[in-house]
C-alpha cells in the first residue's frame, strides 16, 4: 500500500538573500520523514530560491502584478490543490495572501510572523495582519516581543498562537586561524579592529546610525575597519554618506554573500543597528562565533542578547550609544572575550536548532491531527 506523503508548502514573498529566507531553508534542507517540502515564491525564485532548485528541491514561482493583484489567491488555490499540498505554512506578511488561499481549498496553514512590529509603526499591516490572520489555523511567533504583538495588537487567539524561538545550526567559535584568513582574504591589516554588521541595506536596518558612530570611534581606536555584509536599496546613500563623514577610507562594503560565517571570523565585534527586529539569524550566528554584540534595544534582541553579560543593548537610532557601547569592547580585550563566550553559552543552552526542527514537526502532526 502506497502511503500519500505529508506535503509542506512553504509560502514565501520571495527567496532572495535574508533572514527568513534562509531560515525556510534550512527547514527544507533538514527535512524529516514523514514530511516533503516544497516552496511556493510568490514575487521571485532569488538567489536562495536556485541554490535550493540546484539541491532538488521543488521551488514554484507565482509571479504577481505590480500594485493589487487580485488574481494572487485563486493562483494560489490551484497550484496547492494541483501539489496536493497537506499543510500550507506562510512565511511573513508577503506571504498571507497563501491563508485564504488555503482555506478555499480546506488545506490546515500555519503562519509565522519573522519580523516584529508595532501597532504604530505600520498601521495598514496591523488591520492586514488582523483580516488574514484569522483563516490561519496556527500562528508562530519567533520571539516573546513578536508572541505579545500577534496576540494583544494582532487579536491573534491564544490557542492558535505557538512560540517557536529563530534558531541557526551550530558553528564553531572563530580561532585565530580562522580570524587570520578572513582578513587576508579581505586585505584587512591582521591588528585593525573590526566592527561588522550582516544586513539588507534597507531603512529599517537604520544602518546610518552604525556609519555615524564611525568618526566617534575613530577618535578612540584609528586602526579600524567597518565591514558591511549585504547589499539592498540604501548602499548608494551609505557609500555617500560615509564620504560626507571623511570615514569611507575605514568602510568596506562587500555586498550580499551566501558564506556569512566566514566574514563573521574576520570581526571582533558585532553591531545591529535596526528600529525593529524579531530574532535576526545573523546576530545568532555572532553570538555562536563566540562575538560580543552591540544591538538595539528592540523586539527579539531583548531576548538573544542579556546586556551586560553576553553584550550591550543601546537604544535605536543612536550613533553615540553605539560608539559608545563598542568602544567599551575594543578596548578592553578581556571584557570582550567574557561576553563573547557568554553569548556562545546562552546559545548553547536556549537557542538549540534541533528542537526548532522538533517543534515544527509537532506542529504540522497537530495540524495532521486535527483535520
Known amino acids: 500500500m502506497t502511503t500519500q506523503p505529508i506535503r509542506i508548502m512553504h509560502v514565501v514573498d520571495s527567496l532572495e538573500v535574508g533572514g527568513l529566507e534562509r531560515l525556510v531553508e534550512e527547514l527544507v534542507r533538514n527535512r524529516r520523514d514523514p514530511f516533503e517540502h516544497q516552496v511556493c515564491a510568490i514575487r521571485a525564485r532569488g538567489e536562495i530560491g536556485a541554490r535550493m532548485l540546484d539541491r532538488g528541491c521543488a521551488i514554484h514561482l507565482l509571479g504577481r502584478s505590480e500594485g493589487p493583484d487580485r488574481t494572487v489567491i485563486p493562483r494560489l488555490a490551484g497550484l496547492l490543490r494541483r501539489q496536493s499540498a497537506t499543510i500550507v505554512h506562510a512565511h511573513s506578511d508577503g506571504a498571507r495572501d497563501a491563508l485564504p488561499a488555503a482555506r478555499l481549498i480546506g488545506v490546515a496553514s500555519v503562519y509565522t510572523q519573522h519580523g516584529w512590529l508595532t501597532a504604530e509603526h505600520r498601521r495598514r499591516d496591523v488591520w492586514l495582519d488582523r483580516l488574514f490572520l484569522k483563516a490561519a489555523n496556527r500562528v508562530i511567533a519567533v520571539s516573546r516581543h513578536s508572541a505579545d504583538y500577534l496576540h494583544r495588537v494582532a487579536w491573534v487567539a491564544e490557542h492558535k498562537l505557538r512560540l517557536i524561538r529563530n534558531a541557526v545550526p551550530s558553528i564553531e567559535a572563530t580561532s585565530q586561524t580562522q580570524r587570520d584568513r578572513a582578513r587576508k582574504t579581505l586585505h584587512i ?36 575597519v567597518l565591514l558591511l555584509v549585504g547589499d539592498g536599496p540604501e548602499r548608494g546613500a551609505l557609500e555617500s554618506e560615509a564620504r560626507r563623514l571623511r570615514v569611507s577610507d575605514h568602510v568596506l562594503i562587500v555586498g550580499r554573500r551566501d558564506d556569512v560565517r566566514e566574514y563573521l571570523a ?76 557568554a553569548a556562545r553559552a546562552r546559545m548553547q543552552a536556549r537557542y538549540s536548532f534541533a528542537e526548532l526542527l522538533d517543534r515544527h514537526d509537532a506542529l504540522y502532526q497537530e495540524l495532521i491531527g486535527r483535520r
Open 189 to 224: 591589516d591582521r591588528d585593525a579592529a573590526v566592527v561588522g554588521t550582516v544586513a539588507a541595506m534597507r531603512p529599517v536596518k537604520r544602518l546610518q546610525a552604525l556609519l555615524g558612530a564611525l568618526p566617534l570611534l575613530l577618535e578612540r581606536r584609528p586602526n579600524l
Open 266 to 341: 574576520a570581526m571582533d565585534v558585532f553591531a545591529l543597528s535596526s528600529d525593529i527586529e524579531g530574532t535576526s539569524l545573523a546576530l545568532m550566528e555572532a553570538c555562536w562565533r563566540a562575538l560580543p554584540v552591540v544591538a538595539t534595544d528592540t523586539g527579539g534582541n531583548r531576548e538573544v542578547v542579556e546586556s551586560g553579560t553576553s553584550g550591550t543593548l543601546v537604544p535605536p537610532a543612536d550613533p553615540a550609544a553605539i560608539a559608545d557601547a563598542l568602544a567599551s569592547y575594543l578596548l578592553d580585550r578581556d571584557k570582550a572575550a567574557r561576553h563573547g563566550a
